[in-house]
């Protein structure tokens, strides 16, 4: 049976709203998607902020009369905002990928299997179905942070970095749903892929530099998760807020100091990864995120015959 082009749209169509919908209707997935963010905010209002706020501070005490501690609040507060848009990112889905493992437990990928409508048509379907709840919820808490951080202080963003953070947010959505479609096809349980969720949430602050600046490891820890393309999505968070911050500082330095405090808020807050030594630019970071989409999907495109001819 050979399907036109616009029944083959439609198939996709409806498939992808299924998906996009089982996934809000399941109150219990949605809350332990959001789990990893949580833990981020909570352990940085409790016990980072403080920390690393004080230590800015210290930095520079002998430049309070021209830097705003406000400004310097803005920075760590910018910091979080990074790292709970890069966990969210990654759990939201994890967690939306779900519908691929409860159809294989209710033997729904029969029917998608025993079907004419093309594998790539299927993979798609699932992909698009996470992406576009990925985005929806990691967008939602981009434009809640931006509100709030500008509320309580300033980040003195343009309109196109307004524009290139939620780019990002397209960048960094489909990447860490692609790769985790390669995750969860191994998984044939349900119950098993909550565990391995679970699991997720409470290390990938870490992984990506989300709990503590990655540059705080060693040079061989760095290059080992700077592998991770969620490290170089919510880097290149990081540079992005923090770039107007920055300018806004140094116009107020006025060249005092020599660029010494960029080296702090770079040594500081990671804002380039060390990759096996080689200090990442945000082109780089932008490419190596861009570049796993198409190497996940192909991997994605393989795993799906396999599952076909079993």
Not at 148 to 159: E, H, Q, V
Request: glycine fraction near 8%.
């Amino acid at each position: 049976m050979t399907f036109t082009v616009n029944q083959l749209f439609n198939s996709y169509k409806g498939m992808t709203k299924r998906n996009v919908l089982l996934f809000f209707k399941d109150k219990t997935t949605l809350l332990f998607s959001m789990m990893a963010p949580i833990i981020v905010f909570f352990l940085y209002i409790v016990f980072l902020k403080n920390a690393y706020l004080d230590g800015l501070k210290e930095a520079v005490k002998d430049l309070n009369d021209v830097i705003d501690i406000k400004d310097v609040e803005s920075i760590t507060n910018a910091w979080l905002l990074a790292g709970v848009l890069g966990t969210s990112a990654i759990t939201v889905s994890l967690n939306s990928l779900q519908v691929m493992v409860k159809d294989k437990e209710v033997k729904i990928d029969y029917d998608y299997n025993s079907s004419p409508i093309p594998s790539i048509v299927i993979i798609l379907a699932y992909f698009t179905g996470a992406f576009i709840n990925t985005f929806i919820i990691t967008g939602s808490i981009l434009t809640l942070g931006l509100i709030l951080l500008n509320i309580i202080g300033n980040l003195y963003l343009s309109f196109t970095a307004i524009v290139l953070l939620y780019l990002v947010t397209v960048l960094g959505a489909a990447s860490s749903t692609i790769i985790m479609m390669v995750i969860v096809s191994f998984f044939k349980r349900s119950s098993a892929l909550g565990a391995f969720s679970g699991i997720v949430s409470a290390a990938i602050g870490f992984i990506i530099g989300a709990y503590i600046p990655l540059s705080s490891l060693s040079d061989e820890i760095q290059g080992i998760l700077s592998l991770v393309p969620g490290s170089h999505i919510a880097c290149l968070y990081r540079n992005i807020l923090m770039d107007g911050l920055m300018n806004h500082i140094n116009s107020g330095l006025n060249g005092i100091g020599g660029g010494a405090f960029n080296n702090i808020i770079n040594d500081a807050f990671a804002l380039n990864l060390n990759m096996f030594s080689y200090k990442t630019t945000t082109t780089f970071m932008s490419i190596y995120s861009s570049s796993s989409i198409v190497v996940a999907l192909g991997i994605n495109v393989i795993l799906y015959k396999q599952t076909l001819k079993r």
